[in-house]
């Protein structure tokens, strides 16, 4: 898997030597046009066979670890400035393939600490961006903890999206358990202080624009009045770009561990490494 850039007088002429030369199987990583001269220039590449056994395994130099890991971070979609950096830890690192320095990499940068709801007085609000899977994610936390044989108490501030007490009504429902709605974030203090201590809370937050002054200040009000960590959840399949800034805007809000949805459905993690860093 080689990066190739293509230069041409417009976009159009660009993607035809994008054709010419890698065929319709070519995976675009960006595509930059000149705005005053229109002059195009796409970053392209072909994959690679993945049933090769030797794909990513094979021991190489450090320069060459450096540029493969850094090809296959692009075409992830992972911000250049990230991309660089990781993939010159990867070449320093004492794995000689390029995929055990990959594996390891991520490590050297950013923290991973399960979300534990199997403890005691675990207490959560589960916040993020609309359709980022908050709901389903707090009832597979829940049914983890049920299984753990833990108290658990399931609350929602969400009553904007269409459905959603309904949905999470049924989900509650079928597990044995009762969810507690609070319209206002006063409501939500009170209820917390009578919850016992060694209860797992697990608490839904509606959907909120990053970009919305309103909406951020809403759920920073949900967030500040409940004794529970903020954890955001984002789905993988983002954009890494957009998904950096979205996790920029909800940092404000004091979150240090995130949850990421749909990594079954999405072919490239970049908003993943783009959101941590």
């Known amino acids: 898997?080689?990066?190739?850039?293509?230069?041409?007088?417009?976009?159009?002429?660009?993607?035809t030597l994008v054709r010419r030369e890698l065929g319709d199987e070519a995976t675009i990583v960006s595509t930059q046009?000149?705005?005053?001269?229109?002059?195009?220039?796409?970053?392209?590449?072909?994959?690679?066979?993945?049933?090769?056994?030797?794909?990513?395994?094979?021991?190489?130099?450090?320069?060459q670890?450096?540029?493969q890991v850094l090809e296959t971070l692009l075409l992830h979609g992972v911000p250049m400035n990230l991309a660089d950096r990781l993939s010159q830890a990867a070449a320093d690192m004492e794995p000689r393939t390029p995929i055990a320095a990959l594996t390891g990499t991520p490590a050297l940068d950013f923290n991973f600490v399960p979300v534990d709801v199997t403890a005691d007085n675990q207490r959560l609000i589960l916040v993020g961006p609309p359709g980022a899977g908050k709901t389903l994610a707090l009832v597979k936390l829940a049914a983890r903890a049920l299984m753990?044989?833990?108290?658990?108490?399931?609350?929602?501030?969400?009553?904007?999206?269409?459905?959603?007490?309904?949905?999470?009504?049924?989900f509650a429902k079928?597990?044995?358990?009762?969810?507690?709605i609070t319209e206002?974030?006063?409501?939500?203090?009170?209820?917390?202080?009578?919850?016992?201590?060694?209860?797992?809370?697990?608490?839904?937050?509606p959907g909120v624009n990053h970009r919305s002054h309103t909406e951020m200040d809403g759920l920073f009000d949900f967030v500040n009045a409940a004794p529970a960590e903020p954890v955001l959840v984002l789905n993988a399949?983002?954009?890494?770009?957009?998904?950096?800034?979205?996790?920029?805007?909800?940092?404000s809000l004091g979150i240090k561990r995130m949850l990421v949805t749909r990594t079954d459905a999405t072919g490239r993690m970049g908003a993943i490494l783009a959101a941590m860093e």
């Open 174 to 180: 079928v597990m044995g358990q009762e969810l507690f």
């Open 237 to 251: 399949g983002m954009d890494a770009l957009e998904a950096a800034d979205v996790a920029m805007a909800f940092g």
């Open 1 to 15: 898997m080689r990066l190739l850039t293509f230069k041409a007088a417009n976009l159009r002429q660009a993607m």
């Open 33 to 63: 046009t000149n705005p005053i001269s229109g002059e195009a220039r796409i970053v392209a590449a072909r994959q690679q066979d993945a049933s090769d056994p030797r794909l990513g395994h094979v021991a190489m130099a450090p320069e």
């Open 148 to 170: 753990a044989r833990r108290s658990v108490q399931l609350l929602t501030t969400d009553l904007k999206r269409a459905g959603a007490v309904e949905q999470l009504t049924a």
């Open 184 to 205: 206002t974030a006063e409501e939500l203090a009170q209820f917390m202080a009578r919850i016992p201590k060694r209860t797992v809370v697990l608490i839904d937050s």
């Open 65 to 67: 670890r450096f540029d």
